[in-house]
């Protein structure tokens, strides 16, 4: 799934449990810290907030970054899901 980043920045969406969100993305993050993205869908663009557990390098371009959403409405909730989901 492609995500914008606050900043501007794209990322894109690669798991999502019910509660845990990994994805990748050109910046890290510093745990604890919020982060706030939106998805693009086919009907087009839901807004997100996290708090970053952690980010790690997996290339010269990128990090991993875990993050826990919050304020997630049960539509978003399926729609992470049944896009992203294990």
């Known amino acids: 799934m492609k995500l914008r980043l606050e900043s ?9 449990d ?3 969100l990994k994805l990748t993305s050109p910046l890290a993050f510093a745990p604890g810290s919020p982060i706030r ?5 086919e009907a087009g663009e839901r807004s997100f907030e996290g708090r970053v557990l952690g980010s790690k390098r997996i290339d010269e371009q990128g990090f991993e970054v ?12 399926e729609l ?7």
Do not use: E, P
């Open 18 to 20: 019910g509660n845990l």
């Open 8 to 16: 501007g920045q794209d990322a894109l969406g690669l798991t999502f």
């Open 80 to 86: 992470l899901l049944s896009t992203l989901g294990r």
């Open 66 to 77: 875990r993050l826990r959403l919050v304020n997630l409405r049960r539509d978003d909730r």
């Open 37 to 41: 993205f939106k998805a693009i869908v």
